[in-house]
């Protein structure tokens, strides 16, 4: 079972549509991570969230932590092909100083 | 900045063999992670080290895997005997300092397949 679990697992969408990915838990985060991953490659850091409700914007991106730091979203604006990936978030608890547990990730498809 | 640099990118070996990979993280980093990846999943944290300290192991790193980082530097992380089940994606990540809001900056991960 999952630490974290991330909905959907996948997700197919024209370019210019928005779309919404959620990281879900029942344990509190101290942070959270954002990452996406492209094929063949490793992951790469989007965002980090510590504050519960807190909220980020990184271009066409919005992330949220939730108010009780057990969830977060992420949201896409006018998605384009270039943001098409896995996308993954990562926590780490309040009683780990450096080991963060990954969801199983959303696999975005944007199309033309 | 070169990155963080896994090597071999590829690695195809018989089952029972023994193999070993290494991570050069950025220079600096003083927190290094191994994780593992398998199809459509997300990476599994394996261990950290924060220098030359290995500081925690998941129960998935068994008797087989071995991890080191002798000097705070360079790691490798060593299987032995090898398994069908240990194919998957080995990723490396280094940051530069304690605490959740340090990224991790991930190297491209070395692929393994057992025959």
């Known amino acids: 079972t999952q630490l974290l679990e991330q909905s959907p697992q996948f997700l197919s969408i024209q370019e210019g549509e928005n779309l919404t990915v959620y990281c879900n838990s029942s344990?509190?985060?101290?942070?959270l991570q954002w990452y996406r991953q492209e094929p063949g490659e490793g992951p790469v850091l989007l965002v980090t969230?510590?504050?519960?409700?807190e909220v980020k914007k990184l271009k066409r991106l919005t992330f949220q932590f939730g108010d009780a730091r057990k969830d977060s979203s992420l949201h896409i604006t006018a998605a384009q092909p270039g943001d098409t990936g896995l996308y993954l978030c990562?926590?780490?608890?309040?009683?780990?100083?450096?080991?963060?547990?990954f969801g199983a990730g959303t696999q975005v498809v944007v199309t033309p | 900045d070169t990155g963080v640099s896994q090597d071999p990118r590829h690695k195809i070996t018989k089952r029972g063999q023994n193999v070993t990979f290494r991570c050069d993280p950025i220079?600096?980093?003083?927190?290094l992670y191994w994780y593992r990846q398998t199809l459509g999943q997300g990476p599994e944290f394996l261990t950290y080290?924060?220098?030359?300290?290995?500081?925690?192991k998941s129960r998935l790193l068994s008797d087989r895997f071995s991890a080191e980082r002798p000097k705070g530097s360079f790691s490798t992380l060593e299987i032995q005997r090898t398994e069908q089940g240990d194919s998957a994606m080995y990723l490396c990540?280094?940051?530069?300092?304690?605490?959740?809001?340090?990224?991790?900056?991930f190297g491209d991960g070395t692929r393994l397949s057992i025959l």
């Open positions: 990540a280094s940051s530069p300092g304690t605490g959740g809001r340090q990224p991790q900056h």
């Open positions: 344990s509190v985060f101290s942070s």
């Open positions: 969230v510590v504050t519960g409700g």
């Open positions: 990562a926590g780490l608890t309040t009683d780990s100083w450096g080991k963060f547990q």
């Open positions: 220079s600096e980093h003083n927190r």
């Open positions: 080290f924060q220098n030359e300290a290995q500081l925690e």
